[in-house]
T-cell receptor, first 116, second 113 residues
Framework: KAGVTQTPRYLIKTRGQQVTLSCSPI?????VSWYQQTPGQGLQFLFE???????NKGNFPGRFSGRQFSNSRSEMNVSTLELGDSALYLC???????????????FGSGTQLSVL | AQTVTQSQPEMSVQEAETVTLSCTYD???????LFWYKQPPSRQMILVIR??????QNATENRFSVNFQKAAKSFSLKISDSQLGDTAMYFC??????????FGTGTSLTVIP
């Protein structure tokens, strides 16, 4: 079974630009969540999508948005990039989300975004 | 709001020795799940161990075990017989019903040969 796939692995952008990151979850997983990882801050939760609906949202400005498609693939968009947006963006998928008993996150390798 | 605290930014251990990583959390919920994830230099986050809060028995996975103290809201990870491949960043995480995860800031562990 293929794991969580994130593309691209690396991105370099300049301030003011926008960027779109992609995440393909494990087959059968309907929940996709996004995290921003920066040194010293750990993983900050951005948002979670389940069956094409945003179910949870973290404390990030409106410049950060996402969506999920009917095949569970998800995209994250950041508009008007700022230097502080430089980070590793991790995507994680999990199963149905209906029963937390066996819930666990499976992560992709991340997209390293550098804003110059 | 849930918070997860890892007070040890960096730790080191000699190969074959035992090391314990600390984690505390704050929540008002009674049912939740706790996790330890490992992130090696490859950046791939890997689940190390999982604990259900309603279970009193501490979880174990081979050389990895936890000390779960629910009243103290403490969830430490013990790595026995440390190996060079254990060198990584370790994140403690909390999940409540609603399936939102909260992560600590991580502990960078170096295993010294």
């Amino acid at each position: 079974k293929a794991g969580v796939t994130q593309t691209p692995r690396y991105l370099i952008k300049t301030r003011g630009q926008q960027v779109t990151l992609s995440c393909s979850p494990i087959s059968g997983h309907r929940s996709v969540s996004w995290y921003q990882q920066t040194p010293g801050q750990g993983l900050q939760f951005l948002f979670e999508y389940f069956s094409e609906t945003q179910r949870n949202k973290g404390n990030f400005p409106g410049r950060f948005s996402g969506r999920q498609f009917s095949n569970s693939r998800s995209e994250m968009n950041v508009s008007t990039l700022e230097l502080g947006d430089s980070a590793l963006y991790l995507c994680a998928s999990s199963t149905t989300g209906a029963d937390a008993t066996n819930e666990k996150l499976f992560f992709g390798s991340g997209t390293q975004l550098s804003v110059l | 709001a849930q918070t997860v605290t890892q007070s040890q930014p960096e730790m080191s251990v000699q190969e074959a020795e035992t090391v314990t990583l600390s984690c505390t959390y704050d929540t008002s919920e009674s049912n939740y799940y706790l996790f330890w994830y490992k992130q090696p230099p490859s950046r791939q986050m890997i689940l190390v161990i999982r604990q259900e809060a309603y279970k009193q028995q501490n979880a174990t996975e081979n050389r990895f075990s936890v000390n779960f103290q629910k009243a103290a809201k403490s969830f430490s990870l013990k790595i026995s017989d440390s190996q060079l491949g254990d060198t990584a960043m370790y994140f403690c995480a909390f999940m409540s019903y609603g399936n939102q995860f909260y992560f600590g800031t991580g502990t960078s562990l170096t295993v010294i040969p």
